[in-house]
């Protein structure tokens, strides 16, 4: 897992860091730098022509140290220093002067009226601004320069995050005044506010560069966000026992599909049995058998009696894992059956899709979910159950608070899935891509999801474990298929690479 810190505590690792290494703050500006000089180097040319734009605070004092250090090493910078008030913070004060020691520099230090220079496509400008102490949305001639900078054609790599962008909450922020990077690379850990699609625009690309902060405070310090890598998913899946049998994986039941939609009833069904689960059941209406029955012999189809609608079920207490929604339509009957269920069932129930739109058209239902149930929503889905967000950082909290209080795992999905638990801890999934926006992808899920529940998986890892599985399947899809042409039944045909890669 890779830890997700507020602005706030990175301040606090910093200090300890430098308290219990120990080291001179100015020596983790001169390792921050360092770092970022050798991303760069490798990225841009020594033709490039560089100009860097520096601030008051220690954001400045890195951009200072590196436009030190890319003239060592051959580039041509111009560096212009912003220092209206006339005050430094210690670390950027001494590189500048470390800088000004330098034979051949171009240095601009600007304390009143500026002439920006002229910024062309093949240029590369160095934002240093603003980082991590940003305190309030850039006004003045503060954001008078983001703009500038904005509306040029210069590539912008940003020192630590976008300047006027804050780690966490930008609701009140104003969007004209944040530099657009195409590149951000970041110290220490991922920053909040790269994962919420309002800000893809300003952080572009992004990438953690190492600062080596105290390992002790990092791993004791707690965070509620998390980035999820490929070793956690592989610890979750054990070598099989060589004396198992089907019933040891457990016997998932899928009630899904609608005269219409059978389709989502048929991608859920394949995904859940090329995820692993022993023995799958398919509640489908009358209609259905036969295209179910010729597209998955492995299936058993239970059918509802009603012939184009989910009408009621029985037998519930047989199953290991209930899934409930793909493609289910929302006749008044499915509404009122799902209501039933809810009354009897015991165990963690997986919600998705109409299921959910039923669940938003009758709240009163969402007392009667299971605890420790999974709810898939994409993110239209979660605002009818759970109202409207301005932004997706009012939605994610909307969905952490939701999961507490109902006692359940919101699947909150999107370009990095965000999977919230009832215990307040949200892990951010970081495969997958824009070629798994497609019809039926979010059906795929819900199969991987109750596969591995009827395999035993608790529901958190279940769907932390279920999305990741998803993203790579997907990603591998993308790479024999390409991103336009993928199909939600291709991320299927990739879960066995998928499973293969990750263990
Ligand atoms: N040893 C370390 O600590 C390490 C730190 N590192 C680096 O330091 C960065 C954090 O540095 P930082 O804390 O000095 O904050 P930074 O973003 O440079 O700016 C603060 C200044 O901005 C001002 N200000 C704020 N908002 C404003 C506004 N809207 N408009 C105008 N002014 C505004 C504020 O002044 P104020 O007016 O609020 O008094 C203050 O002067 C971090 O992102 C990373 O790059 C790494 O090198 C690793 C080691
Ligand atoms: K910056």
């Given at each position: 897992?890779?830890?997700i810190?507020?602005?706030?505590?990175?301040?606090?690792?910093?200090?300890?860091?430098?308290?219990?290494?120990?080291?001179?703050?100015?020596?983790?500006?001169?390792?921050?730098?360092?770092?970022?000089?050798?991303?760069?180097c490798?990225?841009?040319?020594?033709?490039?022509?560089?100009?860097?734009?520096?601030?008051?605070?220690?954001?400045?004092?890195?951009?200072?140290?590196?436009?030190?250090?890319?003239?060592?090493?051959?580039?041509?910078?111009?560096?212009?220093?912003?220092?209206?008030?006339?005050?430094?913070?210690?670390?950027?004060?001494?590189?500048?002067?470390?800088?000004?020691?330098?034979?051949?520099?171009?240095?601009?230090?600007?304390v009143?009226?500026?002439?920006?220079?002229?910024?062309e496509?093949?240029?590369?400008?160095?934002?240093?601004?603003?980082?991590?102490?940003?305190?309030?949305?850039?006004?003045?001639?503060?954001?008078?320069?983001?703009?500038?900078?904005?509306?040029?054609?210069?590539?912008?790599?940003?020192?630590?995050?976008?300047?006027?962008?804050?780690?966490?909450?930008?609701?009140?922020?104003?969007p004209?005044?944040?530099?657009?990077?195409?590149?951000?690379?970041?110290?220490?850990?991922?920053?909040?506010?790269?994962?919420?699609?309002?800000?893809?625009?300003?952080?572009?690309?992004?990438?953690?560069?190492?600062?080596?902060?105290?390992?002790?405070?990092?791993?004791?310090?707690?965070t509620?966000?998390?980035?999820?890598?490929?070793?956690d998913?592989?610890?979750?899946?054990?070598?099989?026992?060589?004396f198992?049998?089907?019933?040891?994986?457990?016997?998932?039941?899928?009630?899904?599909?609608?005269?219409?939609?059978?389709?989502?009833?048929?991608?859920?069904?394949?995904?859940?049995?090329?995820?692993?689960?022993?023995?799958?059941?398919?509640?489908?209406?009358?209609?259905?058998?036969?295209?179910?029955?010729?597209?998955?012999?492995?299936?058993?189809?239970?059918?509802?009696?009603?012939?184009?609608?989910?009408?009621?079920?029985?037998?519930?207490?047989?199953?290991?894992?209930?899934?409930?929604?793909?493609?289910?339509?929302?006749?008044?009957?499915?509404?009122?059956?799902?209501?039933?269920?809810?009354?009897?069932?015991?165990?963690?129930?997986?919600?998705?899709?109409?299921?959910?739109?039923?669940?938003?058209?009758?709240?009163?239902?969402?007392?009667?979910?299971?605890?420790?149930?999974?709810?898939?929503?994409?993110?239209?889905?979660?605002?009818?159950?759970?109202?409207?967000?301005?932004?997706?950082?009012?939605?994610?909290?909307?969905?952490?608070?939701?999961?507490?209080?109902?006692?359940?795992?919101?699947?909150?999905?999107?370009?990095?899935?965000?999977?919230?638990?009832?215990?307040?801890?949200?892990?951010f999934?970081?495969c997958?891509?824009?070629?798994?926006?497609?019809?039926?992808?979010?059906?795929v899920?819900?199969?991987?999801?109750?596969?591995?529940?009827?395999?035993?998986?608790?529901?958190?890892?279940?769907?932390?474990?279920?999305?990741?599985?998803?993203?790579?399947?997907?990603?591998?899809?993308?790479v024999?298929?390409?991103?336009?042409?993928?199909?939600?039944?291709?991320?299927?045909?990739?879960?066995?690479?998928?499973?293969?890669?990750?263990?």
């Open positions: 897992m890779i830890k810190f507020s602005t706030d505590k990175v301040r606090e690792l910093d200090k300890y860091t430098i308290q219990n290494e120990p080291i001179s703050s100015i020596d983790l500006v001169e390792r921050a730098a360092t770092v970022f000089t050798s991303e760069f490798r990225r841009y040319s020594k033709q490039t022509r560089i100009i860097v734009f520096a601030g008051q605070g220690n954001n400045g004092a890195d951009a200072l140290a590196i436009a030190r250090m890319l003239t060592d090493a051959g580039y041509r910078v111009e560096t212009y220093l912003f220092n209206p008030t006339m005050r430094l913070s210690e670390d950027c004060e001494l590189n500048k002067q470390r800088l000004l020691h330098m034979e051949k520099i171009e240095f601009t230090e600007v009143n009226d500026f002439v920006p220079p002229e910024l496509e093949r240029d590369v400008v160095i934002d240093g601004l603003f980082g991590s102490g940003l305190n309030r949305p850039l006004t003045g001639g503060f954001a008078a320069m983001v703009r500038y900078i904005n509306q040029s054609d210069a590539t912008v790599v940003a020192i630590d995050i976008p300047s006027g962008l804050f780690g966490e909450d930008n609701r009140k922020n104003d004209d005044s944040i530099i657009h990077a195409d590149l951000t690379l970041t110290f220490g850990f991922p920053k909040l506010a790269f994962l919420l699609p309002e800000n893809a625009e300003f952080i572009g690309e992004w990438k953690v560069l190492d600062i080596l902060l105290h390992p002790e405070i990092i791993a004791s310090t707690p509620q966000f998390t980035l999820v890598t490929e070793e998913i592989a610890a979750v899946f054990q070598p099989r026992n060589r198992a049998h089907k019933g040891t994986f457990g016997h998932a039941l899928l009630i899904a599909g609608s005269h219409g939609k059978m389709g989502a009833a048929l991608l859920s069904a394949k995904a859940c049995l090329r995820s692993g689960a022993g023995l799958l059941t398919v509640h489908i209406p009358g209609r259905g058998e036969q295209i179910l029955q010729t597209a998955f012999p492995e299936a058993m189809v239970d059918l509802d009696q009603h012939q184009d609608h989910f009408s009621s079920v029985s037998g519930i207490k047989a199953y290991s894992s209930i899934a409930i929604g793909p493609g289910l339509g929302k006749h008044p009957d499915s509404a009122k059956a799902l209501e039933q269920l809810l009354q009897v069932v015991e165990k963690p129930l997986v919600i998705d899709a109409d299921a959910l739109n039923l669940v938003a058209a009758n709240k009163d239902l969402l007392k009667r979910i299971p605890p420790r149930s999974i709810l898939t929503p994409h993110p239209k889905e979660f605002d009818r159950i759970a109202g409207e967000s301005s932004n997706s950082y009012e939605r994610l909290k909307k969905a952490q608070a939701f999961a507490i209080d109902h006692q359940v795992c919101v699947v909150l999905k999107g370009a990095y899935t965000a999977i919230c638990t009832a215990t307040g801890n949200v892990y999934n970081n997958g891509n824009p070629g798994m926006a497609t019809a039926g992808s979010g059906d899920l819900t199969g991987i999801i109750l596969a591995l529940l009827a395999q035993g998986l608790e529901p958190e890892t279940a769907s932390v474990a279920g999305v990741f599985l998803h993203g790579t399947a997907g990603d591998l899809a993308a024999y298929r390409s991103e336009e042409s993928m199909i939600a039944s291709d991320i299927t045909d990739m879960l066995g690479k998928a499973f293969k890669q990750i263990k």
